[in-house]
């Protein structure tokens, strides 16, 4: 019974951390994907 709360509890960690990774992840691409738009922008002109 012990085993399988630890697990439970292991299982939870990882999903958690998994939904943090993906968001700073979607979070990142889009950051990057602003700052390239903004770079093309930017050259266009020249």
Do not use: K, N, W, Y
């Not at 012990?2 to 990774?21: E, I």
């Amino acid at each position: 019974m012990v085993f399988f709360v630890a697990v439970q509890r292991v299982g939870l960690l990882l999903d958690m951390s998994h939904l943090l990774f993906s968001s700073f992840s979607g979070t990142f691409g889009m950051v990057l994907e602003l700052c390239s738009e903004m770079f093309l922008l930017a050259s266009i002109p020249i």
